[in-house]
């Protein structure tokens, strides 16, 4: 084995990746136009399968449904190094790369993900550089991070598919990160969010849990007999006022966010709704904030049902945690990524409001969740793109690689001392009880 | 020489319109003095002082400040009541309010105190008096309005009275103990074609007094520490709105309410907020089961917000029963004065929205409560005025007046045939059992 400084690995990290740019960005311009929502992507899956088999990096199947979990061997024992990309679209009427069946559509660049974690894979598979690596890197391309379609999926749970409604919740679960040491991945966004950075370190996120909401009332004649009936769409509605009229109680630095939707108004005009079903999150920055926030939700629920003499039926998943990126693993991110784009462009990010179950990973182990500047739109938005495929792929990916040799070179000791310093918020089996805590049923009404 | 009874009642006319001009005064100066319910203190010292000068001896200070006035006839018979009512509402934009209290005469009670003392006057009448066989009782009642529910249910806690209106204090106080039949006439701003309306059912209701109970806090740095009870309040509110379309036409359901205390200092989250509500519908059941519809928004905008909710729970008036045999009579006196083409009658499941506590006596004994015209404006509105005294008050007074002579006269054959004819609903004993069973007081927790 010849032995290599580390500035030698990083820099046939960087020419491999360089050199199968197109090809990575490829790969991830097919995923865009065949997108799939969570624990729906067979096509995705496949494709990344067979990339994974193109590279010869043996690999797992079916993790968490859909998911896949390659690894790449360093030279010698050492700590396991997790790189994520997600293989899920969202659902998002009228972008240009939608799915003209489903609608389904990559409005939040998770494609591109797909190509930094395989532009990983080909840089450290460059000659000469896993040799002189302590340890493992796995590839773990995961389900459903978007947290949608929840009825879908919670029927998937009840059928015993799934026991969490995200990708990466059911990889901690299914033991696929049992043997991943510390955790990293790289999501785009648009310039605004990194404060004109190209890319944004450190952000905090909103934990938040889901509901599956359905008010029950009895239906009759709208027009002949409304005395008869019990109207399950006003109880929504109360219910909606009854959340609203709270609004004021959420303290702004817990960043509540409580957003529904009703996924069923009613069946006929001239019936009386009398099934009538609600999803929504509760996010929030704490866990304790969005527990509590939960709470008032839910007796706003309640109260929809009580005042129209109904019945609710409040159905808790428990969501995704909130997430805290590990500050050692960040700053060695961020000496790596520095040099790749220049001083000055990587920038501290604040508080999102939005969820990832990153957060989740985060609760075990140390991970970081840079975002990359590629992308123009609003996220979620139809006009959500990625525009700068190079900085999306090829330098995400060589910013994560070169972190990684840092991480694994000399025996893995910056990785064990990342691992070592951090104080885990919970074990994976308290992760796994506080989840199943968050989960409940429950009915309520006349 | 005995009069017959045509001559009677143009003896009886004559007497009313010999003293017009002092009729219309009285009505003019409680117009000019309004009082709110159990305080018309200064309108029960003009009725009496006017009992007085009309030789009719009284009693007063009943039910705080009502009035009794007994007209015996030439012999003992049935007993004859005539309703006036005393009270004023507050509407402070009246052309005649008070302008200290805001209170003021926008439901015509004027008028009527002006026509029992007209029916007073001709029935007075010495030959009049003489043929009629039985008693006519003038009754200046108090409180007829049912509002500043707070300020009656605190007399009522000092046991001053203990149920919240006029006649039905005096119906518990036994004042009705003696009286067979009760007739009073309302004034209304119907039109020209439409002198005297009868007939007609009105709603029965019953008061919610709600108290939301939340949890104080500075508004602006601590909102999070509080409990909101206005926005408990908001919820219930429309919670409320939301079920009107249950509520069948015929059923003619009201829910309405006032907040009587919103809040104190906008500054601090609302701990306290009042709200008074009312349950009007045709039927006891449509009642209870609106006033159970009330409850529940309550308690659920009580539990949205995680507050707590007192409800109380007081009742008010029955739905109207206007006796249909006595309304013949008086339609023939009402048809005497005005002409046929300007008497209607209003079937008895034509229902008018309002309440009154004449329907209560209606569960115990034969009443009519016909309406007479001779107002503009929009009742208990701030432009409801008289137009016509002699239709708001003359007309009504004779009319009256001929009825009582016709069920008293002839041995009060045709009382005695009303009250035959007539069932009674409940007795008096069954009415304030059922009254008092509506008292309640419920709390809701959820702080």
């Known amino acids: 084995m010849s032995k290599m400084t580390v500035d030698e690995i990083k820099a046939s990290v960087a020419a491999e990746i360089d050199r199968r740019s197109d090809e990575l960005i490829d790969i991830a311009k097919h995923i865009l136009a065949k997108p799939e929502p969570g624990f729906r992507e067979q096509k995705t899956s496949k494709y990344v399968g067979d990339q994974f088999e193109k590279l010869n990096i043996p690999f797992e199947s079916g993790i968490g449904l859909t998911g896949l979990k390659g690894v790449l061997e360093g030279g010698s024992s050492g700590p396991t190094v997790g ?103 790289t999501h785009t966004e648009n310039r605004d969010w990194t404060h004109d950075g190209t890319i944004g370190v450190g952000a905090t996120n909103n934990g938040m849990v889901a509901k599956r909401i359905q008010f029950l009332g009895v239906a009759s004649h709208a027009g002949g007999s409304p005395h008869l009936g019990t109207n399950a769409l006003n109880a929504a509605n109360i219910a909606l006022m009854g959340i609203h009229a709270q609004r004021e109680t959420f303290r702004d630095h817990d960043t509540i966010r409580v957003h529904p939707i009703i996924t069923q108004g009613g069946i006929a005009v001239s019936s009386v ?55 050692l693993l960040t700053s060695i991110y961020e000496m790596n990524a520095t040099p790749l784009v220049g001083d000055g462009n990587v920038v501290q990010m604040g508080h999102r409001s939005g969820s990832t179950d990153m957060g989740d990973v985060s609760q075990v182990m140390p991970a970081i969740h840079p975002y990359a500047a590629a992308a123009t739109g609003k996220a979620h938005g139809d006009d959500y793109v990625v525009e700068d495929y190079e900085l999306a792929v090829t330098t995400a990916g060589k910013a994560m690689a070169h972190t990684i040799v840092d991480l694994l070179s000399e025996n893995g000791s910056r990785a064990n001392e990342v691992i070592s310093r951090f104080t885990p918020p919970m074990t994976k089996s308290q992760y796994l009880a506080f989840m199943r805590s968050l989960q409940s049923e429950e009915e309520y009404g006349e | 020489m005995m009069l ?119 029935l007075s009448v010495p030959e009049v008096r003489d043929a009629l066989d039985g008693q006519v009782i003038f009754m200046a009642v108090p409180a007829e309005e049912f509002i500043d529910i707070e300020e009656r249910l605190r007399i009522r806690e000092n046991g001053q009275i203990g149920l919240l209106s006029g006649k039905q204090e005096f119906i518990r106080l036994g004042e009705f103990d003696e009286v067979d039949i009760a007739m009073m006439v309302h004034t209304s701003a119907t039109s020209e074609h439409s002198k005297f309306s009868l007939g007609g059912t009105s709603n029965g209701h019953l008061v919610k007094q709600v108290e939301f109970i939340g949890k104080s806090a500075h508004s602006g740095s601590a909102p999070h520490q509080g409990v909101n009870a206005l926005q408990a309040a908001m919820v219930g509110m429309n919670a409320l709105n939301t079920q009107r379309e249950t509520f069948a036409e015929s ?68 739905p109207i029963k206007n006796d249909r045999w006595l309304g013949e009579l008086f339609k023939e006196s009402a048809t005497r004065l005005v002409g046929r083409s300007s008497v209607s009658e209003l079937g008895n499941s034509v229902g008018r929205g309002g309440s009154t506590d004449m329907g209560d006596l209606s569960q115990i004994m034969p009443v009519i409560h016909p309406y007479a015209s001779g107002f503009t404006g929009l009742g208990h509105g701030r432009d409801y005025m008289v137009r016509d005294y002699d239709q708001a008050l003359i007309y009504p007074a004779k009319a009256l007046a001929m009825t009582v002579i016709d069920l008293l006269t002839a041995q009060a054959e045709k009382a005695k045939e009303v009250l035959v004819k007539s069932d009674r609903l409940m007795t008096k004993a069954r009415y304030l059992a059922l009254q008092e069973s509506i008292f309640s007081e419920d709390l809701y927790e959820s702080l």
């Open chain 2, 4 to 122: 017959g009874i045509d001559e009677l009642k143009t003896a009886a006319i004559a007497a009313i319109d010999q003293r017009r001009g002092w009729l219309i005064e009285i009505a003019e100066s409680v117009l000019r003095n309004p009082e709110v319910g159990f305080q018309e203190a200064k309108t029960s010292r003009l009725v009496a002082d006017a009992f007085s000068q009309i030789g009719i001896p009284y009693r007063d200070q009943i039910a705080i400040t009502g009035i009794k006035a007994v007209l015996s006839g030439g012999r003992p018979g049935p007993a004859v009541a005539i309703l006036g009512e005393m009270d004023a509402l507050r509407v402070p934009d009246h052309r005649y309010s008070d302008p200290s209290t805001g209170v003021a005469h926008a439901c015509g009670h004027n008028c009527q105190i002006g026509m029992i003392l007209g029916v007073a006057l001709g």
């Open chain 2, 251 to 318: 059923d003619t359901v009201r829910l309405h309410g006032i907040i009587t205390d919103g809040g104190r200092s906008v500054n601090s989250v609302p701990s306290s907020v009042r709200y008074e509500g009312r349950v009007r519908g045709a039927t006891s059941e449509s009642i209870a089961d609106a006033a159970s519809k009330m409850d529940r928004c309550m308690k659920a905008g009580a539990l949205a917000l995680g507050a707590n909710v007192k409800i109380t729970t007081i009742p008010g008036y029955f």
């Open chain 1, 83 to 185: 790189v994520f990309g997600e293989l899920d679209s969202l659902i998002v009427l009228g972008h240009p790369h939608a799915d003209s069946l489903t609608n389904a559509a990559h409005a939040c660049g998770h494609h591109a993900q797909i190509g930094n974690m395989l532009a990983v894979a080909v840089g450290l598979q460059a000659p000469g550089v896993l040799e002189n690596l302590s340890g493992r890197v796995a590839l773990l391309a995961v389900p459903a991070e978007e947290y949608i379609e929840i009825e879908y999926r919670d029927d998937l749970r009840v059928e015993g598919k799934l026991e969490f409604l995200g990708g990466k919740p059911e990889f901690i679960k299914s033991g696929a990160m049992d043997d991943v040491d510390l955790a990293m991945m």
């Open chain 1, 273 to 327: 709704p009398a099934d009538v079903r609600m999803e929504t999150f509760v996010r929030g920055r704490t866990i304790d904030a969005y527990t509590s926030a939960a709470k008032k939700v839910d007796r706003a629920l309640r109260a929809g049902a009580m005042a129209v003499g109904g019945r609710v039926k409040i159905t808790t998943v428990s969501g995704y945690a909130p997430i805290q990126q590990d500050p």
